[in-house]
């Protein structure tokens, strides 16, 4: 951890002022010199162990008065980015209308982090590639653009099967994106021109040729709120792991489902444990619309969820992993009780 | 009493709560590094990126930019220190390969370089800005890398004695009417004790004190006086609480040394806390095995050939090696048996002891191949552990002390619900989950090791105990109370003990399961001895037996038949005839059958442990059986253990309470064992990758939810005078077993390969 400056935020346009003051037109946001700190549970991680070093922290907590809202109007939902994991987990209208996100987050890390943690740092959190959180590693293209990827014929086991690219093939770590992902959730962003808004869908960016920029987000950008439009009590998230709570997923399934008398009007699935960024199977959802769901459409999504995967040489088993995994969360969401 | 504190049954002490229970709790307990420090430098260790290969140079400049530095320690300017002996080869180290003596890289994480500074910050800071230009050499990380050398473990390492046979295994193999041949592999795994290495020293006139957490600190003391070569009596050891250890802190590693001679030439106190990821290489591990059984039987199970035959992972420099197979051999009735063990060497850092060492691998193997064997001939696994139970090993056939394996397996199977398990595979679901039941036995030498200790009584019936053993979370402050309780005639609260400082009576590393058995007949020898001057005090005409020829024990003070037993004393009385108001004590123990030099050699911070299978005329182990249940989801196969039961046997219980905690965490360190902890290897590199808690798998509580621990009365007169079997590594033996035999009754999948992850589950 290298020596820096702690300030703190008092309003957004505060924020975003300070975030924007380093900004540098090639920097990506991951490697600006002055970063935002919300919750911390990734940040400091990262700074102990000297992958991120940024020269400046902003702390953005003192926003939370206005950007930590768990708004349901009745059909549509906001969330605020500071709102707090365990919150938005335990809020008794999310988990009624919303259940893959509820599951999304009460399924991640641990309480102690869930309370910490915020939904903006959460969809934001790095990669959990050995290789990228050790620098004694000098390979990493997500470091140290061009200088190769250890992990590539490394151990990679917990690595990903779709998105990847010959530079990096480090999986997205999170949950609750998948769930944002599957709800075509937007995402308002603050910077110092104003706010806007896009799908969230359109905020990672794959490796490609360009590992080290994660999103789109420039510096002196900030999250601010997540926005769903209607109700999605038909939805869950399935999560499969080494270990029975405090891991993170091999393979998980965000899926939300529009059934009208047995027939399937809309189907969402978006993976994760698999992806490089959070990852939508439109592919596999055209399959679904207007069909019954049975045992044989469920895998047949499954295949066509994974006909993009490309395994490595520790990580194969994922693919088939990941179709039970969409099959049965599938299944699961077609058959769930709804709550009135 | 409480499920915590259960009732004691025969043989067993009172489950009185823990001596520092409520310092632990609430914070007040002072770990190592907790140690408050006059103006201390702080350490931070530098390590290789590389496994093999030599260094060509550091770059500095940048790193003695950082405010607060002091200076930054490598190779070039190191003070060279004495030649290191590995433990297991008569020395004090867990490791000869010796870091800051040259540009030589030797294993992955080698210390490279230790930063020093004003602030912990300021040290890691500069640590991080440290360059470092490598030649590296393509390394061999493990059995399948080219590079390996492989040699028998006989006369390599002085720790491993003989490869056990007995009979023609050959030809009765080739006879024999039900044919068992598979091969097993268990992973490196690592201790990860919650407590990071750290060590603090001092310099104090030509005195040293070290505050790091050891499992032994006389072993610490005299290894770290003779690295620097000054004399081991200007060395104290202090560390009263051990935040877990689990074998890591019982040799001496490399570190203490160097921060030792740092201080020393700073003139200033020196901390060092490694980090998680540097604790994976500067101390030690539990190497990867390989092992081939042979297993042949009649029809009706009795075992008539059996062959183990182990390979085990160690460093270039050093021949370390668990060699498993002396118990492996002897625990059933065979009478034709064969065993080898190798050493296979590879770029690494040289392994240790880690819980239940040869145990934990040796019983996978063996414990794995019975079930297979039961399947085969269609008979229920305990039924053929009964066939071929045993008073007498085979090897040599000396008799057991006391035996209670199949008693054990019976307590279990009736508080598991065994009987209503199907002997058929994958037969039992509930809804998405298949349901398997497992067992497999368990077993842990009985040993013991020189120890001394004062005891002082005072007039008021207050006591203070004194003794150089280790609180590594085993209850050892407990049960040394217990005991001097019981023999003094005090209540448990009137004792004060104090342990964990070297310049207390030496007592054996916590290690072997040998403390409470060790550190409790010392303490006991002693509280006769105080107990005999108060008697002689009363009873002045009474004579003295000679405890040389009536009980193990040798060289002891002798004491009256009165001071031995458990004739109550009027102790004011006593005091007032003695017209002293305290009596102190110090006094010297050892087991029956050790050596002469034992005495010498403790002082001198070397084990002399006896028993298990090493005993002349008889062999001592605790027993014990353990019951898994596991579920498998057919949709992740995900695998979720429900149920663990363990019924054991381990001689006198000391304390329900500690004892009981001791075997659960052995319960879910087993099956964590089996199903989460490994170290990945990058086979190209040959560096550890998942160094860190959170990519090295440890179970949280929601992975076992129900751990059950039934303790079975069990009294041994042939052990040691306290009547105490060591408990500490029996719980998490032979749970990996049970773990895939359960496994294979879910699913019909025989697992032979550790760690079982959900992608090793076929469909």
């Known amino acids: 951890m290298r020596a820096f400056i702690f300030q703190r935020a008092t309003d957004p346009s505060a924020a975003v002022q300070a975030l924007a003051a380093a900004a540098s037109a090639n920097s990506p946001l991951t490697e600006a010199a002055v970063q935002p700190l919300a919750g911390g549970t990734t940040l400091l991680d990262l700074m102990k162990l000297d992958v ?24 549509n939902l906001k969330l605020g980015a500071l709102a707090r994991m365990s919150d938005v987990a335990a809020h008794p209208q999310v988990r009624q209308h919303y259940p893959v996100i509820a599951d999304s987050l009460r399924l991640a890390a641990s309480p102690q982090l869930r309370n910490m943690a915020t939904l903006g740092g959460n969809v934001l959190q790095r990669t959990r590639c050995s290789y990228f959180r050790d620098v004694s590693y000098s390979a990493c293209n997500k470091r140290h653009p061009g200088s190769g990827c250890a992990a590539m014929e490394g151990f990679n086991r917990t690595h990903a099967v779709l998105g990847t690219s010959d530079q990096c093939i480090a999986t997205y770590p999170g949950d609750f994106a998948q769930a944002l992902m599957a709800l075509d959730a937007t995402v308002e962003i603050t910077a110092k021109s104003g706010v806007r808004t896009m799908p969230f869908a359109e905020l990672h960016k794959a490796p490609g040729r360009s590992p080290e920029i994660e999103t789109v ?27 029975q709570s405090y891991e993170f997923a091999l393979a998980s399934a965000a899926v939300a489902l529009d059934v009208q008398d047995g027939v399937v009007r809309d189907g969402r699935i978006a993976l994760g444990g698999v992806a490089t960024v959070p990852w939508r199977v439109r592919e596999a959802e055209v399959m679904l619309k207007d069909q019954r769901l049975d045992e044989a459409l469920a895998a047949r999504a499954a295949d066509a969820a994974f006909s993009a995967a490309v395994p490595r040489r520790n990580n194969a088993f994922k693919i088939d992993l990941g179709k039970r995994v969409v099959a049965r969360a599938l299944q699961q969401a077609a058959t769930m009780e709804i709550r009135a | 009493m409480t499920i915590a504190a259960p009732q004691p049954k025969a043989n067993m002490g009172q489950p009185v709560p823990r001596y520092d229970a409520v310092p632990k709790v609430t914070g007040q307990a002072q770990y190592a590094a907790d140690m408050p420090l006059a103006n201390p430098a702080y350490a931070y260790l530098v390590t290789s990126a590389i496994a093999k290969g030599r260094i060509d140079g550091f770059d500095l400049s940048d790193a003695r930019k950082v405010r607060g530095l002091i200076d930054i320690v490598t190779h070039e300017n190191a003070e060279k220190l004495k030649e290191p002996k590995l433990f297991g080869n008569g ?28 602030t912990f910050e300021a040290a890691r800071e500069a640590a991080h800005r440290v360059k470092v230009s490598y030649t590296a050499a393509t390394p061999t990380a493990s059995f399948d890398s080219p ?18 046979k007995v009979g023609d295994f050959a030809d009765a193999f080739a006879r024999a009417d039900v044919k068992l041949v598979a091969s097993y592999e268990t992973p490196t795994q690592h201790h990860n004790p919650m407590e990071l290495f750290a060590t603090s020293c001092v310099w104090s006139g030509g005195q040293l004190t070290i505050y790091e957490p050891s499992q032994y600190v006389h072993g610490l003391k005299n290894g770290v006086a003779e690295q620097l070569g000054i004399d081991a009596d200007k060395v104290r050891v202090i560390n009263p609480y051990v935040g877990g250890a689990f074998g890591s802190k019982g040799s001496v590693t490399p570190r203490t040394a160097i921060i030792a001679a740092i201080a020393r030439k700073l003139n200033r106190p020196v901390k060092l806390v490694a980090t998680r990821d540097q604790g994976f290489t500067i101390a030690t591990y539990r190497a990867e095995t390989r092992h081939v059984i042979q297993i042949g039987a009649s029809h009706d199970g009795r075992l008539v050939a059996l062959r183990h035959e182990g390979a085990e992972i160690s460093s270039r420099a050093d021949p370390y090696a668990v060699g498993g197979t002396k118990i492996t051999t002897r625990l059933y009735a065979c009478l034709n048996v064969d065993s080898m063990v190798s050493i296979v060497r590879a770029d690494r850092n040289t392994p240790g002891f880690m819980r239940s060492p040869p145990e934990v691998p040796y019983l996978f193997a063996l414990e794995s191949a019975m079930d297979e064997l ?19 090993e085979p090897i040599g056939n000396k008799p057991y002390t006391s035996r209670s394996l199949m008693a054990c397996f019976d307590e279990g199977a009736r508080a598991f619900g065994w009987s209503k398990r199907s002997m058929r595979p994958r037969t039992v679901t509930d809804g998405d989950w298949l349901v398997g039941h497992g067992c497999a036995a368990t077993c842990y030498p009985t040993q013991m090791a020189p120890a001394a200790a004062r005891v002082r009584l005072q007039r008021d019936g207050r006591a203070r105990v004194e003794i150089a053993g280790h609180e590594i979370g085993n209850g050892a402050y407990t049960v040394i109370a217990q005991a001097a309780a019981d023999r003094l005639g005090i209540p448990y609260e009137k004792v004060t003990v104090a342990i964990g400082d070297s310049d207390l009576p030496p007592a054996p590393v916590a290690g072997g399961s040998n403390s409470t058995a060790s ?24 004579g003295l037996v000679d405890k040389t020829k009536e009980t193990v024990g040798m060289g002891q003070t002798p004491v009256t038949q009165a001071a031995q037993s458990g004739q109550p004393l009027d102790r004011e009385k006593a005091f007032d005839a003695l017209g002293i108001s305290i009596v102190e004590e110090y006094g010297e123990w050892k087991p029956e059958g050790a050596p002469l030099d034992s005495f010498r050699a403790m002082h001198d911070g070397k084990m002399r442990m006896v028993g298990g299978s090493e005993m002349k005329d008889r062999i001592a182990y605790a027993f014990g059986a353990e019951f898994v249940e596991v579920r498998i989801n057919r949709w992740t196969h995900e695998i979720r253990v429900p149920r663990l039961v363990g019924a054991f046997a381990c001689g006198r219980i000391m304390n329900p309470r500690t004892a009981r905690s001791q075997l659960m965490g052995g319960l879910i360190w ?17 560096r550890y990758v998942n160094d860190n808690l959170a990519d090295y798998l440890l179970p949280v509580n929601a992975d076992a939810p129900g751990v059950e621990v039934i303790l079975l009365p069990e009294q041994d007169d042939r052990i040691d005078p306290a009547g105490v079997k060591g408990l500490g590594e029996l719980g998490n033996v032979g749970t990996n077993a049970a773990v895939c035999n359960a496994i294979f009754n879910a699913t019909g999948q025989r697992i032979r390969k550790l760690p079982v992850r959900l992608e090793n589950i076929e469909a």
């Open chain 1, 52 to 75: 991120m070093r940024p020269a400046t922290l902003v702390d953005i907590n003192p926003l939370a008065g206005n950007w930590s809202t768990i708004d349901f109007d009745g059909g």
């Open chain 1, 217 to 243: 987000l420039a510096p002196g950008e900030l999250v601010s709120a997540f926005t769903i439009a209607g109700r999605w009590p038909r939805s869950l998230y399935l999560k499969a792991r080494d270990r």
């Open chain 2, 91 to 118: 020395g004090y180290m867990s490791t000869t390969i010796q870091p800051l003596a040259s540009a030589e890289i030797a294993q992955d994480g080698q210390i490279i370089a230790v930063v020093l500074a004003d």
């Open chain 2, 147 to 164: 590079g390996t050398t492989s040699a028998r473990a006989k006369g390599q390492l002085s720790q491993f004695k003989e490869d056990p």
């Open chain 2, 670 to 686: 087993g099956m964590s064992s089996a199903l989460l902890e490994a170290t990945e290897i990058d086979e190209r590199t040959a």
């Open chain 2, 374 to 392: 039961a399947f085969k001939l269609d008979m229920d696994p305990i039924e053929l552990r009964r066939v071929n139970d045993t008073m007498n």
């Open chain 2, 519 to 542: 550190t409790c007949s010392a303490v006991e020898m002693v509280c006769g001895q105080v107990r005999q001057r108060l008697f002689k005090a009363l009873m002045p005409n009474e």
